[in-house]
C-alpha cells in the first residue's frame, strides 16, 4: 500500500503540491488527474524517491520510500526514456539486472510479455527500429518486469492502437490482480473512468476533488438525458425550468439537466412522439472534471 502523507513542494516561491494526501491499497488503480502544471509530474518524482518534498511523507508498505525501496517501483510515462541502440532484449536484461534480477529470471519474463504484446518478433530488433506503439509496449515492459509493488501510469496508452490499448488494458489488469497498486494519470477521462475506482483531481497542487468514482458521479447533481426519434421538440424543451442545454449529436439529441427530478418534465414533451430511446445517465468525468475544474478558475 503507498501512503502519501501532507506533501508540500515549493519550486522557490511557487507552491507546486499543496498538502496532498491520498493512499492506493494493493491491487487499487487510483487516478491523479490535473490540468497542465497541476502538480502530477512533481507528485510521482516525490512518490520515486527522485524529488525531496518541503513536506509531509510518502511511505511503501509502510517504510519510507529510499534507494532500497525505488526498485520496487516501475514508471510509464509518455516520454520515451528507452536506450534505442541497444535491441529489445539487451535494454530489458539491462533494466532488470538494474532492478536487482537474474538474467535466468528475466529471460523467463521477457519472453513472457513480448508473448503478451504479439511482439515475439522484436526480440532482437534495435528500439530504435521499432514503432512508437511497439517502444511504449517495450517501455511498459521495462516498467513491469520485476513485478513491482507501486506501478505509476502516466499517459500509458500513447501512440497505441485501439487493438494494443484493450492489450496494455489487460496487462494493467494482470498486475493489479497481483497486488500491485496502481496510480493512473491520463487527460483522457474515458480511460479514466473505466479504470479507476477512487480519483483525485488537483488545481494547483490541491485535491478539489477526492473520493470514490462512484462518489463523484452521483454528488454532481447534472445529467444528461439521450433522446432519439422523430420531431422531438427542442425550443420547447430548452424552456423548461432546470433544462441547461439541448445539443443535436448524429441521430440523437443530449439534453443536460440540472437534476433527476427535470427528466420527468423533458420525457412528458415527447412521450407522444416516435422515440426509440430515452436515457438519463449521469454526467461524464469530462464533465466533471471541467465543471469543477472551470469553478476554481472563475
Ligand atoms: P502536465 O499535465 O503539463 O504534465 P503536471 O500536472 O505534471 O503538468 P508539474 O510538472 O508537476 O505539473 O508542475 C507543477 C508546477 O510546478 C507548475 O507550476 C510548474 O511550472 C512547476 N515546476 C515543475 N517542475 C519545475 C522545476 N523543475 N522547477 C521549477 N518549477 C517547476
Redesign the pocket.
Known amino acids: 500500500m503507498l501512503q502519501v502523507k501532507n506533501i508540500v513542494k515549493y519550486?522557490g516561491e511557487?507552491k507546486?503540491v499543496d498538502n496532498l494526501s491520498f493512499e492506493v491499497k494493493d491491487g487499487e488503480i487510483f487516478g491523479l488527474l490535473?490540468e497542465?502544471?497541476?502538480?502530477?509530474?512533481?507528485t510521482f518524482r516525490i512518490i520515486m524517491g527522485l524529488l525531496d518534498a518541503t513536506d509531509g511523507t510518502v511511505l511503501l508498505n509502510g517504510r519510507k520510500i529510499d534507494y532500497s525501496l525505488t526498485d520496487q517501483i516501475g514508471f510509464v510515462t509518455e516520454e520515451r526514456s528507452l536506450l534505442t541502440k541497444m535491441t529489445v532484449k539487451e535494454q530489458l536484461i539491462f533494466y532488470g539486472i538494474l532492478k536487482g534480477m537474474s538474467e535466468k529470471k528475466i529471460e523467463n519474463e521477457l519472453k513472457k510479455w513480448l508473448k503478451f504484446f504479439q511482439i515475439e518478433d522484436y526480440e532482437n530488433r534495435k528500439i530504435k527500429e521499432l514503432s512508437k506503439g511497439n517502444q511504449q509496449k517495450i517501455q511498459f515492459i521495462s516498467a513491469v518486469i520485476n513485478h513491482p509493488k507501486l506501478l505509476i501510469l502516466d499517459e500509458p496508452f500513447t501512440g497505441l492502437d485501439p487493438i494494443n490499448v484493450e492489450l496494455m488494458k489487460k496487462a494493467i489488469y494482470k498486475l493489479q490482480e497481483e497486488g500491485c497498486s496502481i496510480i493512473f494519470s491520463s487527460h483522457q477521462m474515458e480511460h479514466i473512468d473505466a479504470f479507476c475506482e477512487k480519483l483525485i483531481i488537483l488545481v494547483k497542487g490541491k485535491a478539489i476533488v477526492d473520493g470514490y468514482v462512484q462518489d463523484i458521479k452521483k454528488e454532481y447533481k447534472k445529467k444528461n438525458i439521450l433522446i432519439r426519434g422523430e420531431d422531438i421538440p427542442v425550443t420547447e424543451i430548452e424552456k423548461i425550468k432546470g433544462v441547461i442545454s439541448v445539443t443535436k449529436q448524429k441521430d440523437e439529441y443530449a439534453v443536460k439537466v440540472d437534476e433527476d427530478s427535470i427528466a420527468p418534465k423533458v420525457f412528458a414533451k415527447i412521450k407522444n412522439k416516435n422515440i426509440t430511446k430515452y436515457d438519463v445517465t449521469e454526467a461524464t468525468l469530462n464533465e466533471i472534471f471541467i465543471a469543477k475544474v472551470g469553478e476554481v478558475h472563475e
Request: charged letters at 10%.
Open positions: 519550486y511557487n507546486a490535473g497542465n502544471g497541476a502538480g502530477k509530474t512533481t
